[in-house]
Structures are given as C-alpha cells and as structure tokens.
C-alpha cells in the first residue's frame, strides 16, 4: 500500500519528461528526415503548405480532443462537417456572411448537444451514437445537397483564408489562436479541469460536486461547432461545397489526438500534443507527396503510425505502474 | 474403534497449516490452520477483515497462498487454478456467484464440462441434472432452460451447488451464502447442506451470522488477523459471547487519544434523517447528530451504511425519508446540492470514488472547492490562504502539489481527501470506513483530525466496520443492521463484543417483531426481544400497545435489570408470569434447534389478572425453528 514518497522531480526534467516535449522531439526529427530525403520539403512555400494543410484537421483536432478527454469518441466529425458545408453554401444565398457562418456554426453545436445528451443523460455508447449522427449526417448531406456541389459562393468568403497579417495568413492565425484559447480553457478553468476529470473518474468528479453531466455533453457541441467552423475554411478556399467533403476526416483527427498522446480511456491528453500530432500527420502526408510516394501507400504509414503511437503510450504506461 | 469415547471423527479430508498470504504490504493472512473432515459442517469465522475469505479462496484455487503447507487426504498438494480445484473435488460457492448470467442453467451447472474435449450430450447432461437435483430435493425448483440472469438469488445458488456437485465435489466451501437470501430460503438451504454432510462431504461456512453458525455447524474454526486462534471447537459447546471473544479478543490501544473535555455540542441537532430508505440496501435508518458530536454508524460491511451515506448525498436514489439540516427539511438529489447545503463525504472506495487519477494533488485538493466555485476560473485564488494554512495542519509536502496523488501512500491520500472537504468548510461530514488501508502512524492523526473538526463545530459522521476504532473515536454509536437502524447508544454502554452482538445481521429480525408485534396488540402490553448478559439487558425489538405498561426498555438500547421496571421478572425468569408493582411479565428464552440462545421474548402486561401462559408461549414457541431432524 505504501509507497514511496519520492523527491519533486525539478522543473527542466519535468519539461523533458513531459509527452509534449518527446512529440516535438519526435516532429522535428521527422522534419531533418523529410528534408534529407526531399529538397523541397524546407522550402518557405512548402512550410506554409503545410501550415495551410493543418488548418482543417487541426481545428477538428481541438474538438476531438475534448471528447477523447472525456473518455469519448465522436465519429461524426466529418459527416457534420460535410452537412454543414452545404448548409453554409445554401445560407449564403440568402444570408450575409456574417450571418451565414455563425448559423451554420450553431448548427454543428445543435448537432453535437444531440449526440452529447444522449451520450451523458441516456448513457448510451459515444461509438454507437456519433457513427449514427455520423450516417444521419452524410444523408442529410446528399439530400440537401441534391447529390452535387453547390458553387457560386460569394466571393468575399475567400478574405478570411486570404487575408494576412504580419505575413501569417488569417487561417494560420486563427489556428493559433484556437490552440492557444483551447489550451488555456483545458489547464486553467474549472470548465477544462472538469472535462479531464470526468475522463479520469466520473464518479469522484460527481461525488465532488462537479457538473459532470454539463460537461460530458459540452465537448460534443464543441466538436460539432468546430466541424462547421474548419468547413467555413475550407469552403473559402475550394469556393464549392461538395456533400462528400470531410470523408474520413473523423479517423485523422482522432488519430492525430492519439499520436499527441491523448488516452482513448479518457483524462490523459494535452492540446499541445494534439498540435504535435497535427503536425506530424500533416508532414508525413506532405512529405509522401513530395516523394511521389502514391496515395494508396498513404492510408498504410498513418495506420501504421497510429498503431505505433497507441503501442508506445501502452508501453510507457506499463513502465510507469511497475515500478 | 470399538470403545464409545475413541474419537470417530474421520481424518481431515483437508488440512490447511501455517498459511499466509500478502497482497502488496498488506497481510491477508499471517497463520491460518484449518480441517475440514468428510461428513462435518465447519464454520470459519471471524470479523471484517480477518481473513476468512481469503483462505477460502485459496483452498478453492482463486488465488495462490504466500506460505504454508495445505494437504488434502492426507497428501500434500498444490493448487494454481480453479480448474485444479476442481479437479481435486473442491468447489466454492460464493457470496458473488460466479455464474455465466446469459447462459441457461443446465450450461451452468456443466460449464467446467464445456471445457473438456469432445462432445457433449446435452440430453445426457440433462437427466445428470435432474438427478443432482432431485438428490438435493429441488427437481421442481429450477427450470434448466432459463437464463440464469431470470433467477432468483436463491436458485442462483442451488445452480452453483449443483454445479459443484456435478463435478463430484468431496469438499464445498460457503462464502456467505446466506447474505441474500430469506429466512425460508435460508432453511432450505440448510436442509442442503445437511443433506451433502450426511453424504459424507466435506463442508465449510464461511460467516458471520452467529445465529446461523449455530444452527448448521458441527465446529468452528476462528480466525482474527490473519490467523487461527480457535480452532475446531465444537459447536455445541459454545455461545455467542464465546465466539465473540475469540473474534475480538483485544484491547484498543492507545491510538485513539481521549477527546478533550469540556467540547460543546449544539443543542438542536444539526443534522437529522429520519426513515430513509434507498432499497435494496437501506430500508429504514434514522439518525441525528449534534454539531460538535462525532457519531459513529457501526455495522457488516454490507450492512447499508454506505449506501445510506450514498442516498444522503445524493449519490443514489431514495424510495422515502426526509432529511434535515438545522431542522430544516432539504432534499439534494445531487452531491453539488448536498456540498451547498453544507455536507461533505469522503466515500468508502478511495480510488474508485475520491481520487481523480490524472489530476494533480492540488487539483485533487480543491476538486469540492472547485465544484462549489461558481465562476469560470478554477476559484483557487479565493481559498489560497486556508489551503497553505491546511498544507502545514497536514503536513503535506508543500513542494509535490503538482504530482500525482497516487504516488502517496494510502494514509497521506486519505488526509488529502480528508483536506478537500475541509477546504469548503462543511457543517455535517461524513467519512465512510477513513481508516481502510491507513498505516497505524496516520490513522491516530486522521483520528486527532477529525477531533479538531468536530471541536470546531462540525457535526461528524464516521462510518466504520472497525467497531475498535467507532468505540476509540465516537461519543455515540447507531448500529446498522440488513438495511435497519438497531440501536443507538452512547459509547460509554457499549464494549466491542455487545456492539458485535448489535451488528450480527438476525435473519430472524422481522418475523420476531411480527411476533412482538402480535403479542402487544392480543395481549394489551409490551412485548420485547432482548439479550440478556448477566444483569445487562440489550434490547433488540420492543412493540407496546397503547396504554402498555412502561418497562423501561426500548429497542436498541442497553439497560441494566435493576432499572428496569421489572427487575423481579428479569431476576427469577421462571415459565410463569411474575410480578413487579402493578406490571405482571413473562420471558420465554427462544432458542434454535440445537438449543442455543437467541435471547428472550417478554411480554409485560398491567394489572394482575394476567393471560395464560400457554397462549403466550404458543405464539412464541414457532420462532423456534421447527426441528426438522430427528
């Protein structure tokens, strides 16, 4: 029962120790590997490339994330983006952009509470519920859609991608600035804290007194808001909305949580190492295209990573409870 | 073999000498002997904790022994698996079946058989089955097609003793087996293991129901600590108190400090429940507490106290009752509305129910801060100053805050729980077993904690199997038996073996209150079920009709004869009514069938013209179990 109280670890072997710090260690040693084998992966254009690749999959990453967190999945990422990409394109025939865009927003929300209450009022399976949302979503999809992409965009939409300031382009930065609030709600709020709690012991989180009800359904709005705010970016860039759009998205962006290290048992992630596992998705699809390695090699190295991340966290885990 | 006085007992099918067993640093069992002999019901005892589960799951195969020598028919033996046992003839029937609850109950009776090669005919197993049955004398009783999940506690149980007997077994272990069965079910399967016993298997009971122990076991066996310190006692040699002694057997030592005098109390309670129920567990436990008080909710594990505490707290839902706070009536369905109206648990299971894993100590610290805290943030800053003066109270080391709680030991987790509640300054807490796993150096100052809480104002509740450490640290204890408040009574009436007595679970409780019940109201009087000790009285259950006479006894407290209103009656206990001023009383001794006592009925009535005594004893003379044995 005992065991031993050892000495505070210091601060700089704590940051070395951390999960983060091995992810970055990990995403720059890929870096020098993808720049040895191809001379175009450093290129200031490349970089940007691929700054402007994580956007999507980055944004629905911070979503997934606070549900992994939570000891959930949600499935339906890529569903509701598609759903409401369409939906965006067809409020924008009628609706300014101002208007459009956070409706279409909400609408991922109202979609997420759905799946959210009943996943934490009905206790149903967050796999079972989000793959429904997820078929119900895609249907939905093609039906509003009329089984094509819709075009004719305004063309104003385009300045949210195509603006920039201090040269970093306003997608890049929003993306920053989404990890940075993310971060800063999941370590210093009671919100953030919650969220890791109900992940790590529902039943002590209750017994304290936490909302745990609240918030086990909020992180599902989130990611389902999310989905409806990364589709606005990639509607702004494609200027079409295409029914099919965010095809399996849901795989990447659960696999780049668990490569950042997030415990699919739920109260173990951080959103930094999310950011890594963007990163290092992002790169290693980059760096394949610039290999001219063909696409359907590509699906194998990602599943192969994912299989490798979730080994590694297993093996550390078993390391750290033997002692 | 031919002279009457030679022991005919047979040898020990099963000999268990010197075994141990650790789990981590803990010892389950430090020496325990144990025989088991073909054609004998053994009864192991012991209090929570003693061991007595875990030497039963170690002749049955479930977990391997530390130490020690255990033989079987005389040869040694090892066993690693279930399988083994199995294969040995030895077979557990436990508390928590360990029944495939999708599969019908012939599939269950058989499912060590699923394991063998080759095929299997299900009609031959079927008549094998109707035959184990029919030789338990229950052909009728289980329907073989049904899923055992459709079953009742009971069949469930004959589907495990069947399942053992389908494997031949030699020798049976009962974990418990009576802890959720009723009074009838209970004889029938008392009936069962006469039967097997007479067949010349070997049995064990595992149990701390004494009146039970009495009515089926043929010795004892007692272990306390982890160790055997009674060993084959015959039963029909011993009474309760006997039992009791060996199960307890020692003095509290100097851990608890006395709590210092002088300590006020509030004068209204601050905290009451009056008949909560929250079934299965909790059917109708009352209480009150002062602020200042600690009082103790003794009890079996599994006796409903946690579960009430659950209830109180929101945690789980309630069937009725109604609970105050500073006597006004509050109703939290939820453990954020019980924090709010000023109460604060620290649960049974640390790491199941207190300990969030991935958050850090601090985190841990104010997690019921945090709850509270109505704004964004985490609220931390609001409570920074009575956190570090908290910090040092507990001596917790300042500088490891932002590591894991569960690289502290168990005692240092139990201060950090303790200190979360602490930190929201509750008016009523309540702390569920705060001991469990606690070294002996931590315990003392959890206990000098709780004092100073209490000390401060704060009405304590402690909730405890550990009736040395309720008497060590409470000034008033209320004894909870299978769900129903028995008795609430000041430390200084109590000792740790009258309280053992209290907590004993009395199959027998309702049906003799029915009978109390029947008796006052035919009768006019009082009628009462008590343990009588020497000039010490406890009494169980007491019913009075309107207009009874008052004897001075009420149910759950403890009195001594010469306070009574009936000393006369209590002194001389003939087979006729006796006489006391203007009280006339009859005590009927009740025993079982083996004779033992299970205390006595009394019916006091006024006047002198009293009833016949064969009226009376009639509708007593049925508690008695009916001897069913020749």
């Avoid at chain 1, 001219?292 to 885990?317: D, M, T, Y």
């Avoid at chain 2, 009082?295 to 609970?323: K, P």
């Avoid at chain 2, 000041?490 to 209290?502: A, F, H």
């Avoid at chain 2, 006592?597 to 509708?619: E, F, H, Q, Y």
Wanted: with cysteine.
């Amino acid at each position: 029962m005992a065991t031993r109280d050892t000495t505070s670890p210091g601060l700089v072997s704590r940051v070395l120790n951390s999960l983060e710090f091995r992810m970055l260690g990990l995403a720059l040693l890929l870096a020098v590997a993808l720049s040895l084998l191809s001379p175009y992966f450093l290129t200031q254009r490349n970089l940007f490339n691929i700054m402007d690749q994580s956007v999507v999959i980055g944004i629905v990453a911070v979503g997934m994330t606070f549900v992994i967190l939570t000891g959930g999945i949600d499935l339906s990422v890529g569903a509701v983006f598609g759903l409401t990409g369409i939906a965006l394109a067809l409020l924008l025939r009628d609706f300014p952009i101002a208007v459009a865009i956070p409706l279409a927003v909400a609408m991922g929300g109202v979609v997420g509470l759905f799946s959210g209450v009943l996943i934490a009022v009905f206790g149903l399976a967050p796999f079972v519920v989000t793959l429904g949302v997820m078929a119900i979503g895609r249907s939905l999809s093609f039906i509003l859609s009329g089984q094509r992409s819709l075009s004719g965009l305004p063309a104003d939409l385009q300045n949210i991608v195509y603006s920039s300031f201090l040269g970093i382009p306003a997608n890049v930065l929003f993306l920053i600035a989404l990890y940075a609030l993310a971060w800063a709600y999941l370590t210093y709020t009671k919100g953030g804290r919650t969220i890791y709690a109900v992940g790590s012991n529902v039943e002590a989180a209750r017994a304290a007194g936490l909302s745990t009800t609240f918030y086990s359904i909020l992180p599902y709005v989130v990611s389902g808001a999310l989905s409806a705010v990364a589709v606005t970016f990639s509607l702004a860039q494609i200027m079409s909305a295409d029914p099919l759009a965010g095809n399996q998205l849901e795989l990447d962006a659960i696999a780049a949580v668990v490569i950042g290290g997030a415990s699919l048992y739920g109260g173990r992630g951080t959103i930094i190492g999310t950011l890594m596992g963007v990163l290092i998705m992002v790169m290693i699809r980059n760096g394949l295209n610039l290999m001219g390695v063909s696409p359907f090699w590509q699906g194998s190295a990602i599943g192969s990573i994912i299989i490798l991340a979730l080994l590694a966290e297993r093996l550390i885990n078993w390391r750290s409870t033997r002692r | 073999m031919t002279h009457q006085d030679i022991e005919t007992r047979a040898a020990p099918l099963l000999s268990a000498r010197g075994v141990s067993k650790t789990f981590g640093s803990t010892k389950a069992l430090v020496d325990a002997n144990l025989d088991l002999r073909p054609g004998e019901i053994t009864g192991l005892l012991g209090a929570n904790g003693a061991g007595k589960s875990t030497l039963s799951r170690i002749i049955s195969g479930h977990i391997a022994p530390s130490g020690g020598t255990l033989t079987l028919g005389g040869a040694p033996f090892a066993i690693s698996s279930t399988r083994d046992a199995f294969h040995h003839g030895i077979a557990l029937v436990a508390q928590e079946t360990s029944l495939a609850p999708d599969m019908s109950v012939l599939e269950n009776i058989f499912l060590p058989d699923l394991a063998r090669p080759g095929r299997l005919s299900f009609a031959r197993l079927r008549d094998r089955a109707l035959e184990i049955l029919s030789s338990l004398g229950h052909e009728h009783a289980l329907p073989l097609n049904a899923e055992v999940r459709s079953l009742s506690a009971a069949q469930r149980q004959l589907v495990e003793i069947a399942k053992a007997l389908a494997l031949d077994a030699r020798l049976v272990i009962f974990d418990e087996p009576t802890a959720s069965l009723s009074p009838t079910e209970v004889d029938s399967l008392f009936d069962i293991m006469a039967r097997l016993r007479d067949d010349g298997r070997a049995l064990a009971f595992v149990s701390h129901r004494l009146e039970e122990v009495f009515a089926i076991t043929d010795r004892v066996t007692i272990l306390r600590e982890g160790t055997t310190v009674a060993q084959d006692l015959p039963t029909a040699d011993l009474n309760q108190g006997d039992i009791i002694r060996h199960m307890v057997g020692k003095d509290i030592g100097a851990i608890y400090d006395a709590r210092r005098a002088g300590h006020a109390l509030s004068d209204a309670p601050v905290f009451e429940v009056r008949n909560l129920k929250a079934e299965p567990w909790v059917r109708d436990i009352s209480f009150s507490v002062r602020g200042g008080e600690i009082l103790g909710l003794g009890g079996l594990v599994g006796a409903g106290r946690s579960e009430a505490a659950e209830a109180i707290f929101g945690l789980r839902a309630r069937q009725g009752g109604e609970i105050f706070v500073n006597g006004a009536p509050v109703n939290p369905r939820r453990p954020a509305e019980a924090i709010r109206l000023g109460l604060g648990l620290v649960a049974e299971d640390r790491r199941a129910q207190n300990i969030v894993p991935d958050l850090s100590v601090r985190e841990n610290l104010m997690l019921a801060q945090m709850g509270l805290h109505r704004g964004f943030g985490r609220g931390f800053g609001a409570v920074k100053a009575r956190m570090d003066r908290l910090i040092e109270q507990l001596g917790l080391p300042a500088n490891r805050l932002d590591t894991s709680l569960l690289n502290y030991s168990g005692g240092m987790q139990q201060k950090i729980i303790i200190a979360r509640w602490l930190l929201v300054d509750p008016r009523i807490l309540i702390l569920d077993e705060p001991t469990k796993g606690v070294d002996i150096g931590t315990r003392s100052s959890i206990y000098k904690l709780l004092q100073e809480v209490a000390d401060a104002g704060v009405a304590v509740i402690v909730i405890s199997s550990d009736f040395e450490e309720l008497l060590g640290v409470c000034e008033r204890i209320v004894v909870v038996s299978d769900g129903f408040t028995i008795a609430d009574l000041p430390k200084s009436l109590l000792s740790e073996e009258k309280l053992t007595l209290l907590a004993a679970p009395r199959t027998s409780t309702e049906r003799n209150t029915a009978v109390l019940r029947d008796l006052s109201h035919s009768f006019g009087g009082q009628a009462f079920w008590t343990l009588i000790d020497g000039d010490e009285l406890i009494c169980l259950a007491c019913v009075t009709h309107t207009g009874g006479p008052e004897t001075g006894l009420a149910a759950g407290q403890a009195i001594r004869a010469e306070d009574t209103a009936i000393p006369a009656a209590l002194a001389t206990r003939s087979d006729a009514f006796t006489a006391d001023g203007a009280v006339t009383t009859l005590l009927t001794q009740l025993r079982d069938k083996r004779g033992h006592d299970l205390g006595w009925i009394g019916l006091s009535v006024p006047g002198n013209a009293p009833p016949c005594v064969k009226d009376v004893t009639a509708r007593v003379a049925h508690l008695s179990r009916p001897e069913k044995e020749t």
